[in-house]
């Protein structure tokens, strides 16, 4: 059964995507591009680069992680009123096979939601097979009080 959520802005969710062009941090160095939101979903690409690639060949865990991180709190936005802000508290991360080329989709989806907290999981695929799903917890916190 599909969650219904009580607020979407659908100003909020174009604006992720056209924000791709301004990514700052991490998200930036990595190259994730945020492709679409819905209610309660979104998905981001990344390609697989030399430079996030271990000694051994594969991908680090750690840009998995990143981007696992990154779709968490990001589902959140156009959901919560405006001036609210998606705090990740925690998530665990299950890699499934390993990531040598190519690119990865990361798809998360919110699971629960109250006025607090959310609980998101998350399915990153490479050229189509899984490679990892993560599960994780994200504080909502107001904006303080004018």
């Not at 009580?6 to 591009?33: S, V, W």
Request: proline content about 5%; hydrophobic content about 45%; some cysteine.
């Amino acid at each position: 059964m599909a969650q219904k959520f009580e607020h979407f802005d659908q100003r909020i969710a174009d604006g992720l995507i056209k924000a791709n062009d301004m990514l700052t941090g991490l998200p930036k160095f990595l190259g994730a591009k945020i492709t679409k939101v819905t209610p309660g979903q979104l998905s981001a690409m990344l390609e697989v680069r030399d430079e996030l690639i271990t000694p051994l060949g594969t991908l680090h865990g750690g840009v998995m992680a990143a981007l696992v991180d990154h779709v968490l709190g990001c589902v959140l936005y156009p959901l919560m009123p405006q001036g609210y802000w998606a705090a990740t508290t925690e998530f665990k991360v299950n890699y499934l096979s390993a990531v040598r080329k190519g690119s990865l989709v990361a798809e998360s989806a919110v699971i629960s939601m109250t006025k607090r907290t959310a609980v998101v999981r998350i399915e990153v695929s490479n050229d189509g097979r899984l490679a990892c799903i993560a599960q994780g917890t994200v504080l909502i916190v107001a904006p303080p009080p004018k």
